[in-house]
């Protein structure tokens, strides 16, 4: 079944403890992209990889880290989590960056203490 | 920046139509999407519309663009319990999507 996967579904931490959320497509997706989504704001983008190892930033990237050593995954790292960080985060991916339709995984709600 | 706006709530009694409106400041953009969300769950396109179309429909789904004045609209026919979600529309190209608000469409017997 052709999906995006993220891990975990629910994460609780505490300020400064690093953390990494997981995201792996099974559909040979060239675009990947990380999003948060916080009440009355929407989803925001935080960063995007139009391929292995191009990376770029999207509107919020203040402290996030992504990589993309592999076509299929795309992992969102926190290295020193903080309270304004607790959101829901989705992941996505697409076969090109031109207006085909994004997939979405389930995304993980993140709570930092 | 660009800017998309959506107003919150939403409520329908069952069957009737409902109508979701967006308005973006993008000229530019040539798709405009609606996504759904249902609790606990991603994202998932509804439909999307060319920059040069009016009108775009879908089944129970009609989408009116009105690009004089950045308006966008989503129209769901007889709508159902099953509807009930958050709506989310968005301008721009896949790799730089702007999303608005979110409307929660609650749907009530």
């Known amino acids: 079944e052709a999906q995006v996967t993220q891990n975990p579904r629910y994460l609780i931490t505490v300020t400064g403890k690093k953390l990494t959320v997981t995201c792996s497509q099974n559909?040979?997706?060239?675009?990947m992209s990380w999003y948060r989504q916080d009440p009355g704001l929407g989803l925001r983008q935080i960063y995007y990889?139009?391929?292995?190892?191009?990376?770029d930033k999207g509107d919020v990237p203040e402290g996030y880290k992504v990589s993309r050593k592999e076509k299929r995954n795309f992992p969102l790292i926190l290295e020193s989590p903080s309270p304004n960080q607790t959101s829901l985060y989705f992941c996505?991916?697409?076969?090109?960056?031109?207006?085909?339709?994004?997939?979405f995984g389930s995304g993980t709600q993140l709570s930092v203490l | 920046g660009e800017d998309v706006e959506q107003s919150l709530f939403l409520s329908v009694r069952e069957g009737d139509s409902s109508v979701i409106n967006c308005t973006y400041t993008?000229?530019?953009?040539?798709?405009l999407y609606w996504y759904k969300q249902e609790p606990g769950a991603g994202l998932q396109l509804l439909t999307y519309?060319?920059?040069?179309?009016d009108m775009k429909q879908d089944q129970r789904l009609t989408v009116l663009l009105n690009k004089k004045d950045k308006h966008l609209s989503l129209r769901i026919a007889d709508t159902q319990t099953g509807d009930s979600a958050i709506y989310f529309c968005?301008?721009?190209?896949?790799?730089?999507?702007?999303f608005g608000t979110g409307t929660r469409l609650q749907v009530f017997p």
């Open positions: 996505a991916s697409t076969p090109t960056g031109g207006g085909e339709k994004l997939f």
């Open positions: 559909m040979n997706h060239e675009y």
């Open positions: 990889s139009m391929n292995v190892e191009v990376t």
């Open positions: 993008d000229s530019s953009s040539t798709y």
């Open positions: 519309i060319f920059s040069n179309m």
């Open positions: 968005a301008e721009g190209y896949t790799d730089k999507l702007i």
